[in-house]
């Protein structure tokens, strides 16, 4: 199976100021990421940037790298540039590596895509681990799904879902026995067909009240096929302690 790995990397950062060329022991950020994503199956690994410096860096260690706008809301929007400056075939398989986790599986990468491939019903795959701490449940930067049957997914939040009624009525904050809650891990893999009509899709309420660009999609009527896996979301970096954790992780592998 056949499948490109595309890495957004804007350079506008709140918490960390020109995030993607941040140091991680003689790399930058945005690179590390790169040669993750390229011990997968990839065929091809791009970086998607509105900046010529974090494409200067990319080239300088020998992968592509596009321009792009700067005016993309979501890293999705980003990939649908790409996908149509590049001409892809609708059916080409586009996986959304986000540029600031330089410690992403390749395992994983390769099980979204191919999620993806054996899902005809699914605009979209992405995948989940049960989340197993009160701590991770209730904190708004650790994204839930909650899933059908099908394994698709039914919602996303920032909220702690779903609710366990009769375990949370004292109003303490607690992991419930055997809660299904799943810990969304933003690894993204689309049809370059769903790539091109995303950015053409109205935004929701639901995208607009949780800023979490994959519920456009569901609330336009597609379908995400979620890969359960046991496997905890990879460290990102988000803020200055974030870095010097994977800092450290780093020159520890070396």
Same mark, same amino acid.
């Given at each position: 199976?056949?499948?490109?790995?595309?890495?957004?990397?804007?350079?506008a950062s709140t918490?960390?100021?020109?995030?993607?060329?941040?140091?991680?022991?003689?790399?930058?950020?945005?690179?590390?990421?790169?040669?993750?994503?390229?011990?997968?199956?990839?065929?091809?690994?791009?970086?998607?940037?509105?900046?010529?410096?974090?494409?200067?860096?990319?080239?300088?260690?020998?992968?592509?790298?596009?321009?792009?706008?700067?005016?993309?809301?979501?890293?999705?929007?980003?990939?649908?540039?790409?996908?149509?400056?590049?001409?892809?075939?609708?059916?080409?398989?586009?996986?959304?590596?986000?540029?600031?986790e330089p410690l992403?599986?390749?395992?994983?990468?390769?099980?979204?895509?191919?999620?993806?491939?054996?899902?005809?019903?699914?605009?979209?795959?992405?995948?989940?681990?049960?989340?197993?701490?009160?701590?991770?449940?209730?904190?708004?930067?650790?994204?839930?799904?909650?899933?059908?049957a099908r394994q698709?997914?039914?919602?996303?939040?920032?909220?702690?879902?779903?609710?366990?009624?009769?375990?949370?009525?004292?109003?303490?904050?607690? @992991?419930?026995?055997?809660?299904?809650?799943?810990?969304?891990?933003?690894?993204?893999?689309?049809?370059?067909?769903?790539?091109?009509?995303?950015?053409?899709?109205?935004?929701?309420?639901?995208?607009?009240?949780?800023?979490?660009?994959? @519920?456009?999609?569901?609330?336009?009527?597609?379908?995400?096929?979620?890969?359960?896996?046991?496997?905890?979301?990879?460290?990102?970096?988000?803020?200055?302690?974030?870095?010097?954790?994977?800092?450290?992780?780093?020159?520890?592998?070396?």
């Amino acid at each position: 199976m056949s499948f490109i790995a595309v890495i957004p990397a804007r350079a506008a950062s709140t918490r960390l100021p020109g995030k993607p060329l941040l140091d991680i022991c003689g790399k930058p950020m945005v690179v590390r990421t790169a040669e993750q994503a390229a011990r997968s199956g990839a065929s091809r690994v791009i970086v998607a940037t509105d900046d010529s410096a974090i494409q200067a860096a990319v080239a300088s260690q020998g992968f592509e790298a596009i321009l792009t706008r700067s005016d993309h809301a979501t890293g999705t929007d980003r990939l649908a540039e790409v996908a149509q400056k590049m001409g892809w075939a609708d059916d080409t398989i586009v996986v959304n590596v986000q540029g600031d986790e330089p410690l992403i599986d390749p395992a994983q990468i390769d099980a979204v895509a191919a999620l993806l491939a054996q899902a005809a019903d699914a605009a979209i795959a992405t995948c989940a681990s049960p989340i197993q701490s009160a701590e991770a449940l209730f904190n708004p930067n650790a994204v839930k799904v909650v899933c059908n049957a099908r394994q698709r997914a039914l919602y996303f939040s920032r909220a702690p879902i779903p609710w366990a009624r009769d375990a949370l009525a004292d109003g303490q904050k607690r @992991l419930a026995p055997n809660l299904p809650a799943l810990h969304h891990i933003g690894l993204y893999a689309y049809r370059t067909g769903f790539l091109k009509v995303f950015p053409t899709l109205p935004t929701g309420a639901l995208e607009s009240v949780e800023s979490l660009e994959q @519920l456009r999609a569901l609330e336009n009527g597609y379908s995400i096929a979620v890969l359960a896996t046991a496997e905890q979301p990879a460290l990102g970096i988000d803020t200055a302690d974030d870095l010097a954790r994977v800092r450290s992780i780093f020159a520890n592998r070396l």
